[in-house]
Nanobody, 124 residues
Framework: QVQLVESGGGLVQAGGSLRLSCAAS????????MGWFRQAPGKEREFVAI????????IYAGSVKGRFTISRDNAKNTVYLQMNSLKPEDTAVYYC?????????????????WGQGTQVTVSS
């Protein structure tokens, strides 16, 4: 099993920045990729970004491309999400998750382990 703990959320004004962290523990050697998702009130959970546990492959949702950057530090077993130029529509609970299969997916059902989530609120 893998345990995930997110941190770094908060309240920020539109145009501001935040960096989210996701610390993984447990069977981290089995991780192929990790993703960030978000869920706003009354909406479905949506894909934000994914990064491979080795190599430099990343994929972003169109709504965040060019504003968000996903990265990782394998020595710390931590994945980050740098969020710049934040918009009110970015307001959501952000979750990190471990990919279940050895391919990149944007579907939440293709992820096994989830963190508890961290709230990001962007005021206008």
């Amino acid at each position: 099993q893998v345990q995930l703990v997110e941190s770094g959320g908060g309240l920020v004004q539109a145009g501001g920045s935040l960096r989210l962290s996701c610390a993984a523990s447990g069977r981290t050697f089995s991780i192929f990729a990790m993703g960030w998702f978000r869920q706003a009130p009354g909406k479905e959970r949506e894909f934000v970004a994914i990064i491979g546990w080795s190599g430099n492959s990343t994929i972003y949702a169109g709504s965040v491309k060019g504003r968000f950057t996903i990265s990782r530090d394998n020595a710390k077993n931590t994945v980050y999400l740098q969020m710049n130029s934040l918009k009110p529509e970015d307001t959501a609970v952000y979750y990190c998750a471990v990919a279940r299969y050895s391919y990149y997916s944007s579907r939440p059902v293709d992820y096994d382990y989830w963190g508890q989530g961290t709230q990001v609120t962007v005021s206008s």
